[in-house]
């Protein structure tokens, strides 16, 4: 039989000679991607979006086709791999950005896309932000419901 104190003693011994031996991730490195490529999504938003002012909708109604343009480039490039080979190296830099929700989205999609249109794409597009979607609508009903009745 084997004595469970041995084992222990074993154990946290295994634990501090990995812990040691683990790399150590490059954080500084890891920051500075994630800036960056949080960064120049936005510029690249801002850029569309002083595009859409400039020929002649107002901050307001320009919002609308910007995210459109984003959410759309995020898709594509997801599917075409790029992507997701940015948010390896970005982390959440890629991740927080609108353009990380349409990717959360369609990333699923392509990987089970060989199961079909039914039981791959449509049933897995909302595996990773589905339960986003059922917890941000509901609150936003609950809210809503809360707002109304104060009027």
Do not use: H
């Amino acid at each position: 039989m084997f004595d469970s104190k041995v084992s222990q003693a074993e154990q946290q011994k295994f634990q501090e000679q990995f812990e040691q031996l683990k790399p150590k991730p490059p954080i500084i490195k890891n920051v500075l991607w994630a800036f960056f490529v949080g960064g120049l999504i936005c510029v690249l938003g801002q850029f569309f979006l002083n595009y859409f002012a400039s020929i002649g909708l107002s901050k307001k109604d320009a919002a609308g086709p910007t995210s459109i343009l984003l959410i759309f480039l995020s898709a594509l490039f997801t599917g075409l791999g790029i992507y997701d080979e940015l948010g390896r190296r970005a982390g959440a830099g890629s991740i927080v950005p609108i353009t990380g929700f349409a990717n959360s989205i369609v990333a699923p999609a392509m990987e089970f896309k060989r199961e079909g249109y039914v039981f791959g794409i449509g049933a897995k597009m909302f595996v990773i932000a589905g339960p986003v979607l059922v917890y941000g609508i509901s609150t936003a009903v609950l809210i809503g419901f809360i707002y109304w009745l104060k009027l």
